[in-house]
């Protein structure tokens, strides 16, 4: 890492890798030199624009007709490298092909959806949490982070029982493609060919259960709003976000309230505070850290002009914690006015399934603060590297009953 350095086109430049495993180790420090530096800076590692403090990062999310997703929301250019997969028809689209696909994805996770899974989630959620006081010592990573999501996720979506060990891999190797092609992302799509065969079949109509959401998205085909050839790509969405990504939030909240034993009673001395913690904890945290958009035109963003076709690497992570955006930014707080954060990021491809997200978050953590009178960390928690993705590996706790 080095100072601020010269300048291109007006921005100043910084030498800092954000997708090195020192960076993933701690990134707080980085991204306060990112925010500090400037509101637009430019990373000579991978030849990107960078923006860090909330206000910009807000912007860019909220003017995709300047920052598109098209062009992909990694580090690689769609209009100069074939995409690694098919290209997602929501997430790196724009309208007007993203407004159609778009409302297909928010008709399947609506309110009312989440109505009709609540209970599911809220017993198993109770269940997990009975096994673990059994136990009483575990892994908060591999017994609950996993394990809630993996009980009921796939099963809302409807996939078959075999083959459900392909999912983590299978996001976490999304997640990791969005980088550089540094190790982590090479070596990710080495490893790529069972997972994204799983992920093919899985997907495919005949291989979905009826009556969940994944067979509801095939059922557009028939009133006509999508293709039949699109549906499969629009499962594949949920496949790819909605399981890893729920993993690292749940991880996070049970990590928070672990380290935090303040917010740990305040939240087992009132119930209804259960879906802000979890909120909390993605703001806190932030399991997505970046995502990337691509210029369409030369811009002008507070002060620095970015050309037409340059990548625009989004920190969320440090946007959510901007002490000009937040009040005491580094606290972990409960009761805190989490709204405007962007770790579902915001504007038109804000998180299609974040309700799914706060149903699971809230679930586990009401279903921990009404059984569990407290959470210990009894050895090393270990990091989980990846190059969009920020969470643990593993968590060892030790829990006893209220
Ligand atoms: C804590 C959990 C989650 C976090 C932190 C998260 C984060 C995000 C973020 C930051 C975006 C914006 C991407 C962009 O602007 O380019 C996004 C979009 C998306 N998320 Fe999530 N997500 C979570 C859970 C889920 C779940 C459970 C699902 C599926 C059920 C899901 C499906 C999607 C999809 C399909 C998009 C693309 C939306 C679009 O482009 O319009 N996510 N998510």
Redesign the pocket.
């Known amino acids: 890492m080095s100072a601020p350095g010269s300048t291109v086109s007006g921005v100043p430049h910084l030498d800092v890798d954000p997708f090195d495993m020192n960076f993933f180790a701690d990134p707080y420090p980085t991204h306060e030199l990112l925010r500090e530096t400037g509101p637009v800076v430019y990373l000579d590692k991978w030849k990107l624009y960078g923006v860090a403090r909330y206000a910009e990062v807000h912007a860019v999310?909220n003017d995709p007709a300047t920052f598109c997703?098209s062009r992909g929301?990694g580090l690689s250019d769609f209009k100069k490298e074939t995409p690694w997969r098919p290209q997602s028809l929501?997430?790196e689209a724009d309208p007007p092909e993203?407004t159609r696909t778009?409302a297909v994805?928010s008709k399947v996770?609506s309110p009312t959806v989440m109505k009709g899974l609540r209970e599911r989630f809220a017993a198993a959620a109770d269940q997990r949490v009975d096994a673990l006081l059994e136990k009483r010592s575990f892994d908060a990573i591999a017994d609950l982070a996993e394990a809630y999501p993996l009980s009921i996720f796939p099963d809302a979506l409807g996939l078959k029982p075999e083959g459900r060990e392909n999912l983590i891999p299978y996001a976490s190797l999304v997640f990791n493609a969005f980088g550089p092609p540094n190790e982590l992302r090479k070596e990710a799509i080495a490893r790529s060919a069972p997972h994204q065969a799983y992920v093919t079949a899985q997907c495919q109509r005949d291989n979905l259960t009826p009556g969940g959401i994944g067979a509801c998205i095939h059922a557009h085909v028939d009133d006509g709003a999508i293709t039949a050839t699109e549906a499969p790509l629009l499962v594949r969405?949920?496949l790819s976000?909605?399981l890893d990504?729920?993993v690292?939030?749940i991880g996070a909240a049970v990590y928070c309230l672990a380290r935090f034993p303040d917010q740990w009673q305040r939240l087992r001395s009132d119930l209804t505070l259960a879906r802000n913690a979890f909120e909390e904890a993605?703001r806190f945290e932030s399991?997505?850290q970046t995502?990337f958009r691509t210029t369409t035109r030369e811009v002008d963003l507070s002060g620095a002009t970015i050309g037409e076709g340059e990548k625009v690497l989004m920190f969320?992570a440090a946007a959510n914690r901007d002490p000009r955006r937040w009040d005491k930014p580094d606290s972990y707080d409960i009761t805190r006015r989490t709204s405007g954060h962007v770790?579902?990021?915001s504007g038109?491809?804000?998180?299609?399934?974040?309700l799914?997200?706060r149903l699971e978050?809230e679930t586990m953590l009401s279903a921990l603060a009404r059984r569990v009178a407290s959470i210990e960390i009894t050895g090393e928690p270990k990091r989980r590297f990846n190059n969009t993705l920020r969470g643990l590996d593993s968590l060892p706790v030790t829990i006893s009953p209220a």
């Open positions: 999310l997703s929301v929501i997430l993203h778009r994805l996770l969405s949920l976000a909605g990504t729920t690292n939030g993605v399991p997505v995502f969320l770790g579902y990021g038109i491809h804000m998180c299609v399934g974040q799914v997200a978050g």
